[in-house]
């Protein structure tokens, strides 16, 4: 009975699908390289807190390995190393290599640099109550409750009157003020409490503490806004009229951490998308390729993908078209025959909140990154459900090569739902699927992932470029 028992054991185990825990399947050498690429997305996470600070940081990095710009009309030759740079908000790194792009297409990993954050109006400052304050429009789905009595820094640009570009970068130094969104205490928050949680703060009170200093020569009631002017003025050549041309925005003003005794995970704002931009980057930095691979790190995903800069932009499409006219290609041949991976964060199964998962369908922590065969809401409304043959292909890829994967939808079914650019690649006759890493309080201040899924996520996509 006992040997019969152990084969049906041994039988069930072969048949049967079970998620794993990548610490645990990694050796002692995989887990340090596990550690070891993690510190470099920390860097990486640090230094890139807005689209155009990602930008300039993939940029860099690009630069470092040797990618050299790309411009349209530009000729291109088998292993050429460019990156194409969109109005300074968004980047394609690609490699050329050398199978035919009419048979073999491009391998394309396709993650955004956007992330949710508190931007300042077009004309932000106010004086009341002994404060100076900037008027704030959040950017993207936050929880607005979250987003208050937090540090937070002041990033972005200003175009002067005069057409100088001024940058801004205030709050992440420890030498560097930070500012503040201020709420109601307990002892007179009755009221505010009995609210639903997406009335607790509203939108207009989401506005940020900028100062505090009266100038006694000043008009009364404008004493302290005198005071930020005159120092805006002095510091950056600013006037209040410069608001009006201007992209600031309020981030919070931590770095990025290890969580833990054992430092398994990474606390940090905008992991979302980041920890898939990064990844997606440091594949194609890395890992030659016969095949030609980009990594298109684009912008406003977090807003509908719209705009000059997000994945609806005709600019990407045009790119590839670009790339294929430089190698004698038939763009439309091109397309049918390309592939991707539209790398984006999924929802990581929550033990707080289990109410709104459907557990075998959910990501786990730490057992590797997550393909999503569609997303949408409701009936996958708004989705890209990707074919069985296109997800049977991918899953040889990782399998060939020893990747430690899951599968997962965004929550039980009409609990919520959530949408990624995968949908905008497959309208060009792309096939794609979603691949991407789970996150503990996803478009929260400061969002959790583990080091295992980030490092995963990479070796995911070295393997997609193979």
């Not at 009335?199 to 505090?212: P, S």
Request: hydrophobic share 40%; charged share 25%; proline share 3%.
């Amino acid at each position: 009975m006992a040997n019969k028992q152990e084969k049906a054991k041994e039988r069930y185990d072969e048949l049967a699908y079970v998620k794993k825990n990548y610490f645990e399947e990694a050796s002692k050498k995989e887990r340090k390289e596990i550690y070891t690429y993690a510190e470099g997305y920390k860097a990486f996470l640090d230094a890139a807190k807005t689209e155009r600070e990602a930008c300039d940081a993939a940029v860099a990095l690009a630069q470092q390995k040797g990618f050299t710009e790309y411009h349209f009309g530009d000729p291109l030759v088998t292993g050429d190393k460019k990156y194409f740079i969109n109005r300074g908000k968004s980047v394609v790194v690609f490699r050329v290599g050398t199978r035919d792009l009419e048979t073999d297409g491009m391998r394309i990993i396709a993650s955004h640099i956007d992330a949710p954050r508190v931007d300042i109006k077009q004309v932000p400052l106010y004086e009341e109550g002994g404060m100076c304050y900037l008027k704030t429009h959040y950017y993207g789905g936050i929880k607005k409750y979250q987003w208050t009595a937090i540090p937070l820094a002041l990033h972005g640009v200003v175009i002067l009157k005069d057409g100088t570009k001024v940058e801004l970068k205030i709050g992440e130094s420890s030498k560097d003020p930070v500012f503040y969104i201020d709420d109601l205490l307990p002892h007179l928050g009755g009221e505010q409490m009995a609210k639903t949680g997406g009335k607790i703060i509203e939108g207009e009170q989401l506005n940020v503490v900028v100062g505090g200093m009266p100038c006694a020569d000043a008009e009364a009631g404008k004493r302290i806004k005198y005071t930020v002017l005159d120092y805006l003025n002095k510091e950056y050549g600013m006037c209040e009229e410069d608001f009006l041309s201007a992209e600031l925005c309020a981030v919070p003003a931590y770095p990025a951490r290890d969580v833990g005794f054992d430092r398994a995970f990474i606390g940090a704002y905008g992991h979302d998308d980041r920890v898939c931009a990064y990844p997606a980057l440091t594949a194609v930095l890395d890992q030659e390729s016969e095949h030609t691979v980009l990594a298109m790190l684009v912008d406003k995903e977090e807003i509908g993908s719209e705009g000059t800069t997000g994945m609806q932009s005709k600019i990407y499409e045009d790119l590839m078209e670009e790339i294929s006219v430089a190698l004698g290609a038939n763009f439309r041949k091109v397309r049918y025959a390309s592939k991707c991976l539209s790398s984006d964060v999924t929802a990581a199964y929550d033990p707080n909140f289990p109410g709104v998962f459907e557990k075998l369908n959910s990501a786990l922590v730490s057992c590797g990154t997550c393909m999503s065969k569609f997303t949408g809401s409701r009936g996958k409304s708004g989705s890209n459900d990707a074919s069985a043959e296109f997800v049977a292909e991918v899953r040889r890829m990782f399998d060939k090569e020893g990747v430690i994967w899951q599968t997962a939808e965004l929550g039980k079914v009409d609990a919520g739902g959530g949408g990624t650019v995968a949908k905008f690649l497959a309208n060009l006759n792309i096939d794609t699927v979603d691949l991407g890493v789970p996150v503990i309080s996803m478009h929260s201040p400061w969002e959790l992932i583990s080091k295992a899924d980030l490092y995963s996520n990479y070796l995911a996509f070295v393997a997609f470029m193979k």
